[in-house]
């Protein structure tokens, strides 16, 4: 596996999975056939940026979210939502820029975005999270909070 891979890997796992140690890591990346040294998965913890909070890894995003939190206030124009998807509708050219903000923030309740030119499609998990999905975005992209 590549290093590149294996970096995917592991931010998958722990997107996922909750992780409390190198040994839980290192079972899960053999479950997808990448075996590791302990000294190389430092490392790459290391260059992803992981850390521990409240006893999981962790991706640290904050430095991300801080550059995109003052452009998306302005770029959204109105969110609508039916009972399973929810649209945002931004400024021309401005619709990844919302969506990226919204993936680095990696709510539970949003499985991803697709985004177009000045629209954003955004995934619920499941139906029933639809409205609380669209309260969250409203309090992250209109109120800026």
């Known amino acids: 596996m590549t290093k590149h891979a294996r ?4 931010k998958e ?4 999975v909750p992780i409390a140690n190198q040994g839980e890591l290192l ?4 479950k997808r ?11 790459d913890l290391q260059d992803l940026g992981v850390g521990r909070v409240q006893g999981k890894y962790v991706l640290h995003r904050a430095p991300e979210i801080q550059v995109l939190r003052p452009l998306v206030g302005i770029e959204v ?9 929810i649209v945002v509708h931004t400024l021309p050219g ?12 990696n709510p539970s309740d949003i499985i991803g ?6 629209t954003l499609l955004v995934v619920p998990r499941i139906q029933s999270k639809t409205k609380a999905v669209m309260l969250f975005l409203k309090d992250k992209l209109i109120e800026g909070t």
């Open 113 to 118: 975005t697709v985004a177009g030119d000045n």
């Open 94 to 105: 401005c619709a990844n820029t919302v969506g990226e903000f919204i993936d680095e923030l």
């Open 77 to 85: 124009l109105s969110i609508e939502a039916n009972e399973n998807l």
């Open 33 to 43: 056939k990448c075996n590791v040294t302990q000294a190389t998965l430092s490392r």
């Open 7 to 10: 970096h995917y890997a592991i």
């Open 27 to 30: 079972r899960e990346l053999r």
């Open 13 to 16: 796992i722990i997107n996922r």
